[in-house]
């Protein structure tokens, strides 16, 4: 019935097709408008990651704002006159942007030992280094010694200062009233006025330039350069493939009409996929941003093999028409070609069982994009080739491919090499699977020369490490101590201020946040450490080094001036909650860095070494979730390639009907995918949310290479009856089919390599490299086996 209306309506009337083709191209075309980009990062997590929200969570209790962070290294030493007054004009001319709140740098760090006054006095009026009368050196190697600034305004060798502009908050009014559609208005509009603020805060750092060396970090900066790298990437990629795929196209065919018409089905394919990409709202993130690029190529795959197949049909029936050859094609190739489709699509949707949102969404864009392709391949190819007369389609026959028949005399008179080689091969893929590791960090998914590496590196470096984690300590209610009066906190105690919160810093809550603070401090990987034992630390120095009393911090907090604790104290405690929050960074770029053994690391000696109760702590912070996400890329692979393997063998057994010939067909993609995946492993390339896609991807794209081998050697088989001659009409038919489409892919992936975000060059190189594996395995292994096993008969 199905193959009656194909027949009759899309082969019979492609003019009304033609046009039908032609106005949904217009309407999807249309709604590209709402095609659009994310590199929040959101788009880097696991869906329904419970430590996302209780970092959330965090971040509300502790008031923590959103910041860039600047490096600023001068020319001259950070305390000459012309290097502050540069200092002081930077942060005056970055604090003028009407998106900052507040810029803090060396300049604004209150100096305490700077004077004799009482520290009641000094308090309340500190100086500060821009301030006029006051001693420079004498500020700068208080703030050198500080255990809150040291590490984190400055470096410990006094040659790079932090510059920390915290930006802004926005907040969208009656969220819970508005639209999914205003919503995301929104939230584009703020990514654009994010993407204005890098640019005006890079023209300031550029007017600097002859002054000092300075670089830009901060998570506001790596989402919009990292929306400049996916568009680069959709346009450099899109564009390199196309450009590849007509060469590619001329050397096969050398006919124009053989240019046209699969680029036009590329063309179509692309737009009306894009077009709906922006009718769903679906997003397209740094994992899928070379989506146009593979649906070009598997468009183009298609493409290939029907066009290949309707000239050997041409040249077979010289007296039939155009019309008629069509038809014929069709109907040859719509079995293997929906197979093929069906078990790429079956390699995609495994993604979506990852549990990764990019990836899920990356898995959901190509099963829909393939079926485009194979719609737009069977309604636009035959059209267009019907309007066309019969001479034009005709290209002069090649003798055949020198290269298959190269193939396919290794497959009759070398099997037992090919048997041994593979057999290399497994072992190789076994040594190297065992070798595979998820642990990588995300400074080195950057290229060096990116801006986004060079300021990583340098805050990693010299202020205290790039990965924040914080931990939590909970504590149990406790009864208010006694007061203790000595030394120069004694007066204020007997002020009539009946705040309870001075009760609050009991001696065990101090012991225990000085502990953990001390512990963490003493961690290789653990960069700047911040916590209320920091402040004590500098309140004791303050003190003539003499320790406080639990009391005398409870009066020194009521003391304290609003605008000091509300920066310096509040974000690491909360007396309502009972909680002190220690912050930390971790020096992302250190070598052998293993963030998941580091996080079991503190966990056990919070437990075991500090004696804390399991429900005493909580670890949060981007460590964490980058951890879960990388530890979650073992099950994935597991699960995405089991999902994959079987789900293309119980294809295989639908449509051949046999088991021999099942296993015949997927051996050989099967043994690329793990042969690439052993090779990540023996070079020592750890797993990312991009090389994690490779096995299962070759494996369905790869296999469409067997269906259609096997498929033609059951039809030639049953004329000719001789494996071997079967075996050389197979090569110089469909294997020659099969070479251009490898081609095309291999170099299709190669041109990922000018991507600016690392693990999508390892997707293209490694994509491409297990793409030539297993046409290689398609034309030598496959045939062995069928020669050997013999699974049409004798």
Not at 243 to 267: D, G
Not at 357 to 378: A, N, R
Not at 499 to 504: F, G, V
Not at 682 to 689: E, K, N, S, V
Request: net charge neutral; glycine share 6%; with cysteine.
């Amino acid at each position: 019935m199905l193959s009656n209306f194909y027949q009759n309506v899309i082969l019979k009337k492609p003019k009304s097709i033609f046009l039908l083709l032609i106005i949904t191209l217009l309407s999807f075309g249309y709604f590209t408008k709402d095609f659009r980009l994310d590199a929040s990062s959101e788009t880097l997590l696991i869906e329904g990651d419970p430590d996302l929200e209780y970092l959330r969570e965090v971040t509300e209790r502790y008031g923590s704002k959103e910041y860039l962070v600047l490096t600023y290294s001068p020319n001259e030493r950070m305390v000459s006159e012309s290097s502050i007054n540069n200092l002081l004009s930077l942060k005056y001319k970055i604090q003028s942007l009407n998106w900052v709140h507040s810029v803090i740098t060396l300049l604004d760090v209150p100096l305490l030992n700077n004077s004799e006054a009482p520290l009641q006095e000094r308090l309340e009026s500190f100086k500060t280094l821009k301030d006029e009368g006051v001693d420079k050196e004498k500020g700068f190697k208080e703030i050198l010694n500080s255990p809150v600034f040291r590490n984190f305004v400055i470096s410990e060798d006094g040659d790079t200062s932090g510059i920390i502009v915290y930006i802004k908050k926005n907040v969208l009014e009656n969220i819970e009233n508005k639209t999914q559609k205003e919503i995301e208005i929104y939230k584009d509009s703020l990514k654009k006025k994010n993407h204005e603020n890098i640019l005006q805060i890079r023209e300031v750092i550029k007017s600097y330039d002859n002054v000092a060396k300075i670089h830009l970090g901060g998570i506001p900066m790596i989402t919009d350069d990292m929306m400049s790298f996916i568009k680069s990437d959709i346009l450099v990629f899109g564009l390199g493939v196309l450009l590849f795929i007509i060469a590619t196209l001329w050397f096969v065919f050398r006919k124009l009409i053989w240019i046209i018409v699969p680029i036009s089905s590329c063309f179509f394919s692309v737009l009306i996929m894009t077009g709906l990409l922006g009718v769903l709202g679906w997003k397209v993130t740094v994992i899928s941003s070379n989506f146009i690029a593979l649906m070009l190529i598997l468009t183009m795959a298609m493409n290939i093999h029907m066009s290949t197949r309707f000239l050997q049909l041409r040249n077979d029936f010289p007296n039939s028409n155009n019309d008629e050859i069509i038809s014929m094609t069709t109907n040859k190739m719509f079995w293997p070609i929906i197979y093929t489709v069906l078990t790429t699509v079956c390699a995609f949707l495994s993604l979506v069982f990852s549990g990764i949102k990019p990836i899920i969404d990356f898995g959901w864009m190509m099963t829909f994009g393939l079926i485009t392709s194979f719609i737009i391949t069977f309604t636009l190819l035959p059209t267009l080739l019907s309007f066309v007369s019969n001479n034009d389609v005709e290209i002069k026959e090649d003798s055949d491919s020198k290269i298959t028949s190269f193939f396919g005399k290794i497959s009759i008179n070398n099997k037992k090499t090919i048997f041994t080689l593979t057999g290399l091969v497994i072992v190789l893929s076994i040594i190297g699977i065992s070798r595979l590791e998820v642990e990588n960090s995300f400074i080195n998914y950057f290229n060096k020369n990116t801006e986004i590496y060079k300021g990583m590196k340098l805050i990693d470096e010299k202020l205290g490490g790039t990965t924040p984690l914080e931990i939590i300590l909970k504590f149990p209610k406790k009864e208010k101590t006694e007061l203790s009066e000595d030394d120069e906190f004694e007066d204020w105690g007997k002020d009539e201020d009946q705040n309870d919160e001075k009760y609050w810093f009991t001696k065990d809550k101090v012991d225990r946040i000085q502990a953990v603070h001390k512990y963490l401090d003493g961690l290789p990987p653990v960069g700047k450490v911040l916590s209320f034992s920091s402040i004590i630390e500098v309140a004791t120095q303050l003190n003539n080094n003499k320790a406080l009393g639990s009391l005398e911090m409870g009066v020194l907090y009521s003391k304290i001036p609003a605008s000091i604790k509300k920066d310096i104290i509040d974000p690491y405690i909360s007396i309502k909650d009972n909680e002190a929050r220690i912050s930390l960074r971790i020096i992302d770029s250190q070598e052998g860095l293993r963030r998941n053994d580091l996080i079991k690391k503190i966990n056990y000696d919070l437990k075991n070494k500090l004696k804390l109760n399991e429900k005493e702590f909580k670890l949060a912070g981007v460590l964490i979730l980058f951890n879960n996400l990388l530890q979650s890329l073992f099950k994935s692979q597991i699960l995405t390639l089991g999902l994959v393997m079987i789900g293309i063998f119980t294809m295989f057994i639908i449509l051949f009907r046999n088991v021999k010939l099942s296993l015949i067909g997927v051996v050989p993609n099967f043994i690329a995918a793990f042969f690439i995946l052993g090779i990540i492993g023996l070079l020592g390339i750890p797993l990312d949310m991009m090389t994690i896609t490779i096995a299962a991807i070759t494996i369905g794209i790869a296999v469409d290479n067997s269906i259609h081998y096997i498929y033609r050697f059951k039809e030639e088989f049953s004329k000719h009856k001789n494996y071997e001659k079967t075996l050389k009409i197979c090569h110089s038919t469909v294997g020659v089919a099969i070479l251009n489409t490898s081609i095309t892919i291999v170099f299709g992936f190669s041109i990922l390599v000018f991507s600016k975000f690392i693990p999508t060059i390892y997707f293209g190189v490694f994509t491409g490299i297990a793409m030539l594996l297993a046409m290689i395995s398609v034309l030598t292994l496959l045939p062995s086996l069928i020669l050997i096993s013999k699974p049409f008969g004798k």
